[in-house]
Protein backbone atom coordinates (compact mmCIF):
# COMPACT_ATOMS: atom_id res chain seq x y z
CA UNK A 1 0.00 0.00 0.00
CA UNK A 2 1.16 3.36 -0.78
CA UNK A 3 0.77 5.92 1.92
CA UNK A 4 1.18 9.81 2.00
CA UNK A 5 1.46 11.40 5.28
CA UNK A 6 0.33 15.75 4.81
CA UNK A 7 1.85 17.50 8.37
CA UNK A 8 5.91 15.95 9.49
CA UNK A 9 4.52 17.81 13.23
CA UNK A 10 4.49 15.65 15.97
CA UNK A 11 1.74 13.47 14.72
CA UNK A 12 2.75 13.22 11.40
CA UNK A 13 6.61 11.64 12.76
CA UNK A 14 4.88 9.56 15.01
CA UNK A 15 2.69 7.98 12.20
CA UNK A 16 5.64 7.85 9.75
CA UNK A 17 7.62 5.65 12.21
CA UNK A 18 5.01 3.22 12.68
CA UNK A 19 3.63 2.92 8.90
CA UNK A 20 7.40 2.58 8.23
CA UNK A 21 7.60 -0.59 10.40
CA UNK A 22 5.18 -2.03 8.92
CA UNK A 23 6.08 -4.32 6.06
CA UNK A 24 4.74 -4.03 2.09
CA UNK A 25 4.45 -0.41 2.78
CA UNK A 26 4.94 2.73 1.07
CA UNK A 27 5.30 6.04 2.78
CA UNK A 28 6.08 9.37 2.24
CA UNK A 29 5.96 12.31 4.60
CA UNK A 30 5.38 16.08 3.25
CA UNK A 31 6.45 19.00 5.64
CA UNK A 32 6.36 22.42 4.61
CA UNK A 33 8.93 23.57 6.95
CA UNK A 34 12.29 23.75 5.77
CA UNK A 35 13.82 23.33 9.04
CA UNK A 36 11.79 20.45 10.46
CA UNK A 37 11.98 18.46 6.96
CA UNK A 38 15.72 18.52 7.77
CA UNK A 39 14.92 16.95 11.29
CA UNK A 40 12.57 14.49 9.76
CA UNK A 41 15.28 13.61 7.13
CA UNK A 42 17.71 12.22 9.95
CA UNK A 43 15.63 10.57 11.26
CA UNK A 44 13.26 8.73 8.79
CA UNK A 45 15.34 9.03 5.51
CA UNK A 46 14.62 9.95 2.23
CA UNK A 47 10.76 9.23 2.72
CA UNK A 48 10.29 13.08 4.22
CA UNK A 49 9.71 15.56 1.13
CA UNK A 50 9.15 19.44 1.89
CA UNK A 51 6.64 21.14 -0.15
CA UNK A 52 3.62 22.30 0.07
CA UNK A 53 1.10 18.80 0.06
CA UNK A 54 -2.02 20.92 -0.97
CA UNK A 55 -0.63 21.49 -4.01
CA UNK A 56 -1.25 19.80 -6.77
CA UNK A 57 2.23 20.06 -8.76
CA UNK A 58 3.86 18.52 -5.69
CA UNK A 59 0.89 16.36 -5.31
CA UNK A 60 2.08 15.12 -8.60
CA UNK A 61 5.60 14.88 -8.20
CA UNK A 62 5.07 12.14 -5.38
CA UNK A 63 3.15 10.17 -7.19
CA UNK A 64 -0.21 10.77 -5.92
CA UNK A 65 -2.38 9.48 -8.55
CA UNK A 66 -1.19 5.85 -7.14
CA UNK A 67 -1.53 6.36 -3.82
CA UNK A 68 -4.08 4.06 -1.64
CA UNK A 69 -4.35 6.29 0.98
CA UNK A 70 -3.64 10.15 2.04
CA UNK A 71 -3.75 11.18 5.80
CA UNK A 72 -3.60 14.87 6.45
CA UNK A 73 -2.01 15.57 10.09
CA UNK A 74 -1.40 19.58 10.00
CA UNK A 75 -2.34 21.32 12.69
CA UNK A 76 -4.54 23.90 10.53
CA UNK A 77 -8.54 22.29 9.43
CA UNK A 78 -7.89 24.31 5.98
CA UNK A 79 -4.56 22.77 5.01
CA UNK A 80 -5.91 18.95 5.68
CA UNK A 81 -9.57 19.64 4.24
CA UNK A 82 -7.76 20.89 1.11
CA UNK A 83 -5.06 17.98 0.64
CA UNK A 84 -7.81 15.57 1.18
CA UNK A 85 -10.27 17.17 -1.33
CA UNK A 86 -7.77 18.05 -3.69
CA UNK A 87 -5.95 13.95 -3.17
CA UNK A 88 -10.02 12.41 -3.88
CA UNK A 89 -11.32 14.29 -6.55
CA UNK A 90 -8.23 15.34 -8.74
CA UNK A 91 -5.84 12.31 -7.95
CA UNK A 92 -9.07 9.53 -7.05
CA UNK A 93 -7.29 8.75 -3.78
CA UNK A 94 -9.03 5.54 -2.69
CA UNK A 95 -9.41 6.47 0.52
CA UNK A 96 -8.61 9.94 3.05
CA UNK A 97 -8.23 10.74 6.78
CA UNK A 98 -7.74 14.02 8.52
CA UNK A 99 -7.11 15.25 11.60
CA UNK A 100 -9.53 18.32 12.39
CA UNK A 101 -8.84 20.63 15.37
CA UNK A 102 -11.61 22.28 15.23
CA UNK A 103 -14.95 19.47 16.43
CA UNK A 104 -17.20 22.10 14.48
CA UNK A 105 -15.59 21.41 11.47
CA UNK A 106 -16.05 17.28 11.89
CA UNK A 107 -19.39 17.66 9.78
CA UNK A 108 -18.07 19.59 6.87
CA UNK A 109 -15.32 17.51 6.16
CA UNK A 110 -17.35 14.51 6.19
CA UNK A 111 -19.57 16.39 3.93
CA UNK A 112 -17.20 17.27 1.56
CA UNK A 113 -16.05 13.33 1.52
CA UNK A 114 -13.18 13.45 3.80
CA UNK A 115 -13.61 9.42 4.90
CA UNK A 116 -12.63 9.90 8.14
CA UNK A 117 -11.74 12.20 10.65
CA UNK A 118 -9.58 12.52 13.26
CA UNK A 119 -10.31 14.73 16.23
CA UNK A 120 -8.21 15.39 19.16
CA UNK A 121 -10.44 17.78 21.02
CA UNK A 122 -13.16 14.93 20.80
CA UNK A 123 -10.50 12.32 21.55
CA UNK A 124 -9.46 14.28 24.74
CA UNK A 125 -12.70 14.64 25.83
CA UNK A 126 -13.77 10.81 25.72
CA UNK A 127 -10.98 10.38 27.64
CA UNK A 128 -11.75 12.78 30.18
CA UNK A 129 -15.04 11.23 30.58
CA UNK A 130 -13.96 8.49 30.88
CA UNK A 131 -12.48 9.26 34.13
CA UNK A 132 -15.77 10.90 35.95
CA UNK A 133 -17.42 8.95 38.04
CA UNK A 134 -20.46 9.78 36.34
CA UNK A 135 -19.90 8.96 32.99
CA UNK A 136 -22.01 6.17 31.24
CA UNK A 137 -21.00 5.08 27.84
CA UNK A 138 -17.76 6.66 26.22
CA UNK A 139 -17.84 6.12 22.20
CA UNK A 140 -14.30 4.70 21.68
CA UNK A 141 -14.32 4.13 17.73
CA UNK A 142 -16.66 4.38 15.15
CA UNK A 143 -16.32 1.34 12.56
CA UNK A 144 -16.03 2.78 9.44
CA UNK A 145 -19.25 2.93 7.33
CA UNK A 146 -21.55 0.56 9.48
CA UNK A 147 -23.13 2.22 11.41
CA UNK A 148 -21.34 0.45 14.43
CA UNK A 149 -19.04 2.17 17.16
CA UNK A 150 -17.06 0.48 20.05
CA UNK A 151 -18.40 1.68 23.22
CA UNK A 152 -17.13 1.64 26.85
CA UNK A 153 -19.33 1.33 29.60
CA UNK A 154 -19.45 0.26 33.61
CA UNK A 155 -22.15 -1.96 35.18
CA UNK A 156 -24.31 0.39 37.74
CA UNK A 157 -25.16 -1.86 40.53
CA UNK A 158 -28.62 -0.90 40.40
CA UNK A 159 -29.14 -0.71 36.55
CA UNK A 160 -31.35 -3.18 35.17
CA UNK A 161 -28.70 -5.04 33.50
CA UNK A 162 -26.61 -6.35 36.64
CA UNK A 163 -26.93 -9.48 37.97
CA UNK A 164 -28.50 -10.81 34.89
CA UNK A 165 -26.94 -13.25 32.56
CA UNK A 166 -25.81 -11.55 28.69
CA UNK A 167 -28.67 -13.73 26.81
CA UNK A 168 -31.32 -12.22 29.14
CA UNK A 169 -30.54 -8.44 28.15
CA UNK A 170 -32.28 -6.67 25.21
CA UNK A 171 -29.51 -5.32 23.82
CA UNK A 172 -30.25 -2.85 20.97
CA UNK A 173 -29.65 -4.58 17.97
CA UNK A 174 -27.15 -5.61 16.23
CA UNK A 175 -24.85 -5.40 19.56
CA UNK A 176 -22.38 -7.29 20.75
CA UNK A 177 -20.52 -7.26 24.37
CA UNK A 178 -17.26 -7.91 22.82
CA UNK A 179 -15.23 -7.91 26.57
CA UNK A 180 -15.61 -7.34 30.22
CA UNK A 181 -13.04 -6.68 32.84
CA UNK A 182 -14.10 -7.35 36.02
CA UNK A 183 -13.75 -4.86 39.12
CA UNK A 184 -10.26 -7.39 40.04
CA UNK A 185 -8.81 -6.15 36.33
CA UNK A 186 -9.45 -9.40 35.10
CA UNK A 187 -10.42 -9.40 31.66
CA UNK A 188 -12.84 -11.97 30.19
CA UNK A 189 -14.02 -12.18 26.75
CA UNK A 190 -18.32 -13.27 27.55
CA UNK A 191 -21.03 -16.01 26.87
CA UNK A 192 -24.16 -15.43 27.28
CA UNK A 193 -24.22 -17.04 30.42
CA UNK A 194 -22.32 -14.94 31.71
CA UNK A 195 -23.30 -12.70 34.64
CA UNK A 196 -23.06 -8.76 34.76
CA UNK A 197 -21.79 -7.92 38.16
CA UNK A 198 -21.27 -4.28 39.14
CA UNK A 199 -18.21 -2.64 38.52
CA UNK A 200 -17.56 -4.76 35.09
CA UNK A 201 -16.34 -2.89 32.24
CA UNK A 202 -17.46 -3.59 29.37
CA UNK A 203 -15.95 -3.01 25.76
CA UNK A 204 -19.48 -3.22 23.02
CA UNK A 205 -19.74 -3.00 19.71
CA UNK A 206 -23.28 -1.25 19.00
CA UNK A 207 -25.32 0.72 17.00
CA UNK A 208 -24.20 4.33 17.03
CA UNK A 209 -27.44 5.74 17.80
CA UNK A 210 -27.93 3.06 20.52
CA UNK A 211 -26.50 5.23 23.49
CA UNK A 212 -29.23 5.81 25.65
CA UNK A 213 -30.61 2.16 25.26
CA UNK A 214 -27.34 0.86 26.51
CA UNK A 215 -27.20 3.87 29.20
CA UNK A 216 -30.73 3.01 30.54
CA UNK A 217 -29.90 -0.76 30.53
CA UNK A 218 -26.35 -1.08 31.88
CA UNK A 219 -25.20 2.70 33.22
CA UNK A 220 -28.03 4.25 35.00
CA UNK A 221 -29.73 2.83 38.34
CA UNK A 222 -33.16 1.68 37.74
CA UNK A 223 -34.49 4.80 39.04
CA UNK A 224 -38.17 3.49 36.95
CA UNK A 225 -38.40 0.91 39.59
CA UNK A 226 -37.67 2.65 42.82
CA UNK A 227 -40.24 5.15 41.70
CA UNK A 228 -42.99 2.46 41.36
CA UNK A 229 -42.31 1.62 44.89
CA UNK A 230 -42.53 5.11 45.88
CA UNK A 231 -45.93 4.98 44.33
CA UNK A 232 -46.75 1.75 45.57
CA UNK A 233 -45.86 2.98 49.02
CA UNK A 234 -47.97 6.08 48.64
CA UNK A 235 -51.58 4.16 48.08
CA UNK B 1 -28.22 42.14 -0.21
CA UNK B 2 -25.96 40.74 3.15
CA UNK B 3 -22.63 40.20 2.17
CA UNK B 4 -19.57 38.98 4.72
CA UNK B 5 -16.31 39.44 3.38
CA UNK B 6 -13.07 37.88 4.63
CA UNK B 7 -9.46 39.37 4.47
CA UNK B 8 -9.10 43.22 4.64
CA UNK B 9 -6.60 43.67 2.36
CA UNK B 10 -6.16 45.85 -0.78
CA UNK B 11 -8.83 43.30 -2.30
CA UNK B 12 -11.02 42.75 0.35
CA UNK B 13 -11.40 46.59 1.47
CA UNK B 14 -11.52 48.07 -2.30
CA UNK B 15 -14.62 45.57 -2.37
CA UNK B 16 -15.67 45.87 0.28
CA UNK B 17 -15.66 49.77 0.31
CA UNK B 18 -17.70 49.15 -3.62
CA UNK B 19 -20.41 46.87 -2.28
CA UNK B 20 -21.29 49.29 0.73
CA UNK B 21 -21.30 52.30 -1.80
CA UNK B 22 -23.53 50.42 -4.17
CA UNK B 23 -25.84 50.42 -1.12
CA UNK B 24 -25.61 46.88 0.35
CA UNK B 25 -24.93 46.16 3.59
CA UNK B 26 -21.32 44.53 4.29
CA UNK B 27 -19.28 42.91 7.39
CA UNK B 28 -15.67 42.80 6.76
CA UNK B 29 -13.87 40.21 8.96
CA UNK B 30 -10.20 40.33 9.65
CA UNK B 31 -7.91 39.10 11.97
CA UNK B 32 -5.67 42.04 12.26
CA UNK B 33 -7.66 45.28 13.11
CA UNK B 34 -4.81 47.28 11.52
CA UNK B 35 -5.92 46.22 8.20
CA UNK B 36 -9.03 47.99 8.62
CA UNK B 37 -6.89 51.36 8.55
CA UNK B 38 -7.09 50.47 4.39
CA UNK B 39 -11.01 51.01 4.88
CA UNK B 40 -11.55 54.77 3.70
CA UNK B 41 -13.10 57.45 5.79
CA UNK B 42 -16.89 56.72 5.83
CA UNK B 43 -16.73 53.35 5.43
CA UNK B 44 -20.51 52.81 5.99
CA UNK B 45 -20.42 48.84 6.87
CA UNK B 46 -19.26 46.88 9.97
CA UNK B 47 -15.92 45.83 10.99
CA UNK B 48 -15.29 42.74 13.00
CA UNK B 49 -11.96 41.35 13.92
CA UNK B 50 -12.33 37.44 13.81
CA UNK B 51 -10.74 34.50 11.97
CA UNK B 52 -13.55 33.41 8.92
CA UNK B 53 -12.71 30.19 9.21
CA UNK B 54 -13.89 29.85 12.67
CA UNK B 55 -17.86 29.55 13.03
CA UNK B 56 -18.29 32.18 15.71
CA UNK B 57 -17.29 34.34 14.12
CA UNK B 58 -18.81 33.87 10.93
CA UNK B 59 -22.16 33.81 13.25
CA UNK B 60 -20.87 37.31 14.40
CA UNK B 61 -20.34 38.51 11.06
CA UNK B 62 -24.06 37.45 10.13
CA UNK B 63 -23.40 34.47 7.65
CA UNK B 64 -27.00 33.15 8.53
CA UNK B 65 -28.24 36.52 7.38
CA UNK B 66 -25.96 36.93 4.27
CA UNK B 67 -26.36 36.29 0.52
CA UNK B 68 -22.97 36.30 -0.71
CA UNK B 69 -19.35 35.43 1.16
CA UNK B 70 -16.30 37.22 -0.12
CA UNK B 71 -13.24 35.33 0.96
CA UNK B 72 -10.59 37.43 -0.21
CA UNK B 73 -7.48 36.63 2.41
CA UNK B 74 -3.69 35.42 1.17
CA UNK B 75 -4.47 32.03 1.84
CA UNK B 76 -5.87 29.89 -0.79
CA UNK B 77 -6.26 27.32 1.71
CA UNK B 78 -7.93 29.20 4.58
CA UNK B 79 -10.27 30.88 1.13
CA UNK B 80 -11.68 27.51 0.90
CA UNK B 81 -12.06 25.88 3.96
CA UNK B 82 -14.50 29.59 4.91
CA UNK B 83 -15.97 29.33 2.04
CA UNK B 84 -17.00 25.91 1.97
CA UNK B 85 -18.16 26.38 5.43
CA UNK B 86 -20.50 29.59 4.16
CA UNK B 87 -21.67 27.19 1.48
CA UNK B 88 -22.37 23.87 2.91
CA UNK B 89 -23.16 25.19 6.43
CA UNK B 90 -24.55 28.26 6.22
CA UNK B 91 -26.07 27.57 2.71
CA UNK B 92 -24.96 31.29 1.73
CA UNK B 93 -26.11 31.36 -1.90
CA UNK B 94 -23.27 33.02 -3.21
CA UNK B 95 -20.19 32.41 -2.38
CA UNK B 96 -16.55 33.96 -3.99
CA UNK B 97 -13.17 32.81 -3.75
CA UNK B 98 -10.10 34.09 -4.42
CA UNK B 99 -7.43 31.14 -4.72
CA UNK B 100 -4.24 32.39 -6.41
CA UNK B 101 -3.01 28.71 -7.34
CA UNK B 102 -4.82 28.09 -10.74
CA UNK B 103 -4.91 24.19 -10.53
CA UNK B 104 -6.54 24.68 -6.97
CA UNK B 105 -9.19 27.40 -8.43
CA UNK B 106 -9.87 24.92 -11.05
CA UNK B 107 -10.63 21.73 -8.67
CA UNK B 108 -12.98 23.81 -6.18
CA UNK B 109 -14.25 25.78 -9.15
CA UNK B 110 -15.62 22.36 -10.28
CA UNK B 111 -16.25 21.22 -6.88
CA UNK B 112 -19.00 24.14 -6.73
CA UNK B 113 -17.10 27.44 -5.55
CA UNK B 114 -17.02 30.71 -7.73
CA UNK B 115 -13.31 30.63 -7.59
CA UNK B 116 -11.10 33.42 -9.67
CA UNK B 117 -7.28 33.18 -9.89
CA UNK B 118 -5.26 36.51 -9.30
CA UNK B 119 -2.84 34.32 -11.06
CA UNK B 120 -4.33 33.65 -14.42
CA UNK B 121 -5.74 36.98 -14.46
CA UNK B 122 -2.49 38.47 -13.83
CA UNK B 123 -0.64 36.55 -16.25
CA UNK B 124 -2.75 37.79 -18.65
CA UNK B 125 -2.78 41.17 -18.01
CA UNK B 126 0.98 40.90 -18.50
CA UNK B 127 0.90 39.08 -21.85
CA UNK B 128 -1.43 41.99 -22.98
CA UNK B 129 0.91 44.75 -21.75
CA UNK B 130 3.70 43.10 -23.21
CA UNK B 131 2.33 42.76 -26.81
CA UNK B 132 -1.07 44.76 -26.58
CA UNK B 133 -2.46 41.44 -28.13
CA UNK B 134 -5.55 39.95 -27.17
CA UNK B 135 -4.82 38.34 -24.25
CA UNK B 136 -5.68 34.75 -25.68
CA UNK B 137 -3.67 34.24 -27.58
CA UNK B 138 -0.74 31.74 -26.80
CA UNK B 139 -0.97 32.03 -23.41
CA UNK B 140 -0.36 29.12 -21.69
CA UNK B 141 -1.63 29.44 -18.19
CA UNK B 142 -1.34 26.49 -15.49
CA UNK B 143 -4.38 24.94 -14.98
CA UNK B 144 -7.06 25.55 -17.74
Redesign the interface.
Known sequence: MYIIVIGGGRVGRGLALELQALPDHEVVVIERADGRTKELRDELGEMVVRGDG????LLESVGTGRCDLLIAVTN????N??AC??AK??FNVPRTIARVD?P??E??FR??GVDETISAARAVMAQIEATLPEHTVVPLLPLHGSGLQIVDLHVQPDSPACGKAIHELELPQPSLISLIVRPDGTPQIPTGDTVLQPGDEIIAVTPEDAEPQLRALIATPDTQELETGAEDDAR | MNIVIMGCGRVGSATASRVAGAGHSVTVLDTDPYSFRRLPTGFEGQQLVGDGTRHRFLEDAGIREAQAFLALTQGDNRNILASQIAQHIYRVPAVVTRVYDPYRAEIFGKLGLRTFSPTNAGTEMAWAALFGASASDGVSTAGT
Not at chain 1, 54 to 57: G, H
Not at chain 1, 76 to 79: A, E
Open positions: TEVANDGHLIQVHHDLNRLLL
